[in-house]
């Protein structure tokens, strides 16, 4: 398995935007929909509850897969599940 790397962009998202670490580590080992991107790079996306906002979120992580590692780019939430999360389950 390949190691895995946060950006600094990637970090610091996961501060101004209130995104608990472990939601988006959960995210990451488990998405509910993996959306391909521009290669190489993809789009995990997990549905949770945002304790902050108290509702439900989606997180929606960009990871990019090189040779040697995955490397977090971004990531954000929205509550925008029809778009990330069609036609999975609830």
């Given amino acids: 398995m390949k190691p895995i790397r946060w950006s600094s962009h990637a970090l ?5 935007r209130e995104i608990d670490r472990l939601e988006a580590d ?4 488990a998405p509910d929909r993996t959306i391909p991107g521009r290669p190489p790079r993809n789009i ?6 945002d304790t902050n906002l ?5 997180i929606c992580l960009l990871l990019e897969e090189t040779d040697t590692d995955k490397i977090v ?16 389950e609830k």
């Fill in 44 to 49: 995990l996306v997990r549905r949770y509850f």
């Fill in 26 to 29: 959960k995210t990451l080992n």
């Fill in 54 to 58: 108290q509702r439900e979120m989606a």
């Fill in 73 to 88: 780019v971004t990531l954000y939430k929205t509550s925008q599940f029809k778009k990330y999360l069609e036609g999975t």
């Fill in 12 to 16: 610091q998202n996961l501060e101004d």
